[in-house]
């Protein structure tokens, strides 16, 4: 079977979803499961655009090995240095440079005619290539650019030096078959295209992300971007586990091969759920909760009977065992170390002893402890670290026939800041107080609440959204009491608004 390479973008285009941005820490985390799952190339950010993501490709670039690391550029100078510099100390390093290629964006948004903005692009990428080994060039808005055009430009940038070309459908306008059609006449259309491959990176915005990444691959495609869960700008990007799913299931009209492990398909959607604060749609493919669960009592019927009437494939394929192991007290530091490494959980040495700890107590309050609980556990730890706030202490007065008033102790630089308020319930008055601490102005514009695990002593998971100055940030808290899972999520929210300003 011929092979299709994974070039995964979930901690750079798939950051630019709203309310996604994540932490050095986090980034990092992502980066180590994403090697384990097998994707080929990490796109591991855009560095001249902030000192953080410069750090977060250089960070990742020295600790996971195993893929190539990608950085994005435009073709100009400071941006391929910067890149460059980034990623130096990878094993496989690799330029993404970009520029628009659509009469539109030509015109309005560079203000240069067609012929500089090929002379850019052969002079970015022949720099890239005297930087790194690799480069990859993307003509942005590829789908909407005249065709004798594009494939000039292609033509040259491969004759600089480029190896990977991108056909990025940048505003998720094409649908399969044209765009299939697109791809071909592109190969056909360059005659030093023998000398690269080409690679699609398609966006979600009419939900035709994958079924065009599929085509783009039966037209001649070897490269594919997409994120774990379809995260991206706007409705996102392919999502990696449709398309590795598809190939699998359908490899009779599909016969291509990954380097994915699929087992890790599960644990890793979870992860990244967990890290950016986004719950899984109940009914998303391969990853939602519905996913293989079969209501009709005919179709359970069925299943039960023979699985294959109603399964096209099994939920161990992706890594959902139902044979989920549950932990308790007596299993120990070493039983708890074991199943943080079978569900691709990277803690660092330094962070296993408090993390442990929570375990234990949170063994103490729930007497059986879930994968799902694992996961809730290590990720807000990870929020944790290095976060401007942290709650200390709660307490809430709440009754039928009281006004709630709720009182928070929280910690900034090292100092403790009590504050108390009334609300219209328990958690708006532990959200008001908090308020009053950091004298940030937020609007609520989402509150959810879900069980991460089924029966009465459940740890609830609490998300919530807020406007901060014009941009939304999503904080997420878990914990066996609602109002400390609200609280932490609140707090949550604030620090990422915070590590934003710190990051801009
Ligand atoms: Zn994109």
């Known amino acids: 079977m011929e092979r299709i390479y994974t070039f995964d973008t979930t901690l750079r ?9 994540m932490s050095m820490e986090q980034k990092h985390e992502l980066a180590l499961q ?12 855009f560095p001249v655009s902030s000192p953080h993501q410069f750090k977060a490709c250089s960070v990742i670039s020295e600790s996971v090995k195993g893929p190539t690391i990608a950085a994005l550029a435009r073709t100009v100078d400071k941006d391929i240095e910067a890149a460059a510099e980034s990623i130096k100390k990878a094993d496989k390093p690799r330029i993404h440079t970009f520029i628009a290629s659509s009469p539109i964006h030509m015109e309005y948004k560079l203000k240069k005619d067609p012929e500089t903005v090929i002379e850019m692009a052969r002079t970015g990428v022949a720099k890239a290539r005297n930087l790194v080994p690799e480069v990859e060039f993307s003509p942005e808005d590829a ?11 292609v033509e040259s940038v491969i004759d600089a ?14 649908v399969p078959e044209e765009f299939g059609q697109f791809i071909k006449a592109i190969m056909e259309g360059v005659p030093n295209m023998d000398k690269a491959i080409i690679s699609v990176h398609c966006h979600n915005d009419l939900g035709l992300a994958v079924a065009n990444t599929l085509s783009a691959v039966k037209n001649g495609a070897r490269q594919v971007e997409i994120t774990i869960n379809g995260i991206g700008e706007r409705a996102g990007n392919a999502a990696l586990e449709e398309f590795v799913m598809a190939m699998f299931v359908r490899k009779d009209i ?18 990244l759920s967990n890290i950016i604060g986004f719950p899984i749609p109940r009914n998303k493919p391969i990853v939602g909760d519905n996913a293989f669960a079969h209501e009709s009592g005919i179709h359970q019927d069925g299943v039960l009977k023979f699985r294959e009437t109603y399964e096209i494939m099994t939920p161990e394929s992706v890594g959902r065992d139902a044979s989920n192991i549950v932990l308790g007290r007596h299993s120990g530091m070493h039983g708890f170390k074991k199943r943080l490494g079978e569900l691709g959980l990277h803690v660092e040495k330094e962070e296993i002893d408090s993390l442990y700890q929570r375990f234990l107590h949170l063994s103490d309050r729930k007497k059986e402890v879930y994968d799902e609980d694992l996961f809730a556990l290590v990720s807000d730890e990870l929020g944790r670290q290095y976060a401007t706030y942290s709650l200390q202490y709660f307490n809430i007065l709440s009754g039928n026939t009281s006004v709630p008033t709720g009182t928070v102790i929280i910690e900034k630089d090292n100092k403790m800041f009590e504050e108390a308020s009334t609300g219209d319930g328990p958690v708006d008055a532990v959200f008001r107080a908090i308020d009053r601490i950091t004298e940030i102005n937020t ?3 989402d509150y959810i609440v879900h069980a991460v695990t089924p029966g009465k002593q459940a740890m609830g998971e609490v ?14 808290g878990s914990s066996t009491d609602i109002i400390e899972a609200s609280a ?6 604030l620090n990422r608004f915070e590590t934003f300003k710190n990051n801009n």
């Not at 480029?162 to 094409?174: H, L, R």
């Not at 932490?488 to 929210?493: E, F, K, S």
């Open 13 to 21: 285009d798939g950051e630019q979803s709203p309310g996604a941005s």
């Open 34 to 45: 994403l090697a384990h799952l097998g994707v080929d190339i990490i796109e591991a950010g």
């Open 143 to 153: 789908t909407r650019s005249e065709l004798p055009f594009l494939c000039k430009l």
């Open 161 to 174: 030096g480029a190896t990977i070309i991108n056909i990025p459908d940048t505003v998720g306008y094409a």
């Open 254 to 271: 599909l016969p291509f091969s990954t380097g994915i492990n699929t087992k890790q398909i599960y644990n890793t959607s979870r992860l």
């Open 443 to 445: 609007t609520l514009k």
């Open 463 to 476: 998300t919530v959204s807020l406007d901060i100055e014009d941009r939304i940030y999503t904080g997420h």
């Open 488 to 493: 932490l999520a609140y707090v949550n929210a």
